[in-house]
């Protein structure tokens, strides 16, 4: 790490090795010194979610080799409680935002899966299915706060990584921001999902009715692959739907 960054603002310590050998050429570059300097004082003089030692669970959980699916976020939630550093996520135990209630409901109409009051999408990410988001922090109650400050490049990095696979993977692209990647993604290799974001803003211009977890199922299963089991274990059905 260059001398212009101290070694206690590293954030990288928490990124798991498989993932750290592969972007390990971003961490001298201006933009990721500049990037950490930023979170240093971030988190020096504000509440920055996630936790610090939750800014790469997307990664923890997903190791390299296991990722079958991307889905592509854009920023972490920034109430508190909520953000773990998996993309539409929250901890065990917060409701589900609107976003994810939405995801909830087209799930349930795509595949018959009730709508679940547990928002942790861990159990998708163990299974392979990599929840990035664009940026990985945000500074508490203030929406976007974090955009435009480096991370969009470190996670572009990501996107090019998993492009870059020998397998393989679905990469699901919902609303403008994500679908702006799909530059950086050889889709005669990889199956591209675009849709409607589900937010309440856009979920009734596409979204709903997409029916993109079947579509992901399928593409696995042309890949070779075990598709992915959305039911979220120990939830309780949240029926009549949210």
Known sequence: MSDRVNSS????????????TL???????????ALQEFLALEMRNHQVFPPKEKIFTAFELTPYVKVKVLLLG???????????GLCFSVMPGVKPPPSLRNMFKELNSDLGIPCSDNGCLEYWAKQGVLLLNTVLTVRTHE?????GRGWEHFT???????NNSAEPVVF????????????????RRHMVISGAHPSPLSAYRGFFGSRPFSKINQSLIQFGYSPIDWMIPGSQPKLPLF
């Open 9 to 20: 603002n590293d954030i990288t310590a928490s990124l798991p090795e498989d993932w750290k």
């Open 23 to 33: 972007l390990q050429g971003e961490f001298l570059r201006d933009y990721f010194i």
């Open 74 to 84: 854009q920023d972490p939630y920034h109430d508190d409680g909520q953000a773990h």
């Open 143 to 147: 929406a976007a706060s974090h955009q």
């Open 156 to 162: 572009d990095a990501v996107i090019r990584a998993v």
């Open 172 to 187: 699901v692209l919902w609303g403008g921001h994500a679908q702006k990647k799909a530059v950086l993604i050889d889709n």
